[in-house]
């Protein structure tokens, strides 16, 4: 028995948002969440430490630990120290618990010493994030562009990947994110779910290739149906962005932008209070790298 693992995996941002068809897209970005998890022979106690923001909730990391462990029926026989660390930003629509949810898992399979399909392991981080109440949808979109990188379609109720695309060019991404957190599971979802017509129209787009403009428009929806300012994004495509729109449920606003743009993009969004992120879009799958 291995006993211990470290695994990584990436952020992602949102293309279309899942919450009211049950049916999204993401892309995957190169911020990083790295968990370690040592077991130990005390079944049923999951003791958890967050790294930068001790403050957050454990329960993500307790949960999917315990369905890693029921899965291969272990439940019974350890339990475990978890650590995560992370440049992701919580709550703020950058997919930080689908990173922390694929991390955690893929590190207690390895712990474990255990084969498990990619699918799988993506599958037991959503079933946690379910579980610890962190989602509406199970995020099963954002899950899979954090695991497997590159541009993700997905049908979140049958769990299943309907479109990957890699990307030819990998252009920058930019985050503008406001100060104040957004938590997935205390938006209006009645009132997301009425934007249903329109967001099947985004979710068609990206299924036809055409991801950034889907990623534009859904970002325009949902804004209009939760309430927050479009100008940041508006601003961004103005400056030369391919696409820009809210991520997730907010609050950070996404903009996609060629390399020779970049600077005129962060002009343009430099005097609005927040912090500003630079990324790339990642194509590299999630590993086990200790």
Same mark, same amino acid.
């Given at each position: 028995m291995r006993g211990r693992a470290e695994a990584i995996t990436h952020g992602a941002a949102t293309i279309v948002n899942a919450i009211a068809t049950g049916k999204g897209a993401a892309v995957g970005v190169d911020l990083w969440t790295k968990a370690s998890v040592t077991l130990t022979d005390e079944p049923g106690t999951v003791k958890v430490k967050i790294l930068p923001d001790s403050s957050e909730s454990p329960v993500l990391a307790q949960k999917t630990f315990e369905h890693v462990l029921r899965h291969f029926g272990l439940e019974k026989e350890f339990g475990a120290k978890v650590e995560t660390r992370s440049n992701i930003p919580v709550a703020r629509g950058l997919k930080s618990s689908s990173a922390a949810a694929n991390a955690i898992a893929l590190a207690t399979v390895a712990a474990l010493e255990r084969g498990l399909d990619d699918v799988d392991v993506v599958k037991l981080g959503v079933d946690g994030a379910v579980d610890a109440k962190v989602t509406v949808t199970g995020a099963f979109d954002d899950a899979c562009a954090s695991y497997f990188g590159g541009v993700v379609i997905t049908d979140n109720m049958e769990r299943r990947i309907v479109k990957r695309f890699e990307l030819a060019e990998c252009p920058t991404v930019? /985050?503008? #994110?406001?100060?104040?957190? =957004?938590?997935?599971?205390?938006?209006? $979802?009645?009132?997301?779910?009425?934007?249903?017509? #329109? $967001?099947?129209?985004?979710?068609?787009? !990206?299924?036809?290739?055409?991801?950034? !403009?889907?990623?534009?428009?859904? &970002?325009?929806?949902?804004? =209009?149906?939760? &309430?927050?300012?479009?100008?940041?994004? #508006?601003?961004?495509?103005?400056?030369? !962005?391919?696409? =820009?729109?809210?991520?997730?449920? &907010?609050? !950070? $606003?996404?903009?996609? #932008?060629?390399?020779?743009?970049?600077?005129?993009?962060?002009?343009?969004?430099?005097?609005?209070? &927040?912090? /500003?992120?630079?990324a790339r879009i990642n194509q590299e799958k999630a590993r086990v790298v200790g």
């Open positions: 930019l /985050f503008y #994110v406001p100060d104040k957190k =957004s938590y997935t599971i205390s938006s209006d $979802v009645k009132r997301m779910k009425t934007m249903a017509p #329109v $967001v099947k129209l985004a979710y068609r787009e !990206a299924l036809n290739g055409n991801y950034w !403009a889907a990623l534009t428009l859904n &970002g325009l929806i949902y804004s =209009s149906a939760l &309430g927050y300012d479009s100008s940041p994004a #508006v601003d961004a495509l103005a400056a030369g !962005a391919l696409a =820009s729109g809210l991520s997730g449920t &907010g609050a !950070a $606003v996404t903009a996609i #932008v060629p390399e020779d743009k970049v600077d005129s993009v962060k002009e343009i969004w430099q005097n609005r209070e &927040g912090e /500003f992120l630079e």
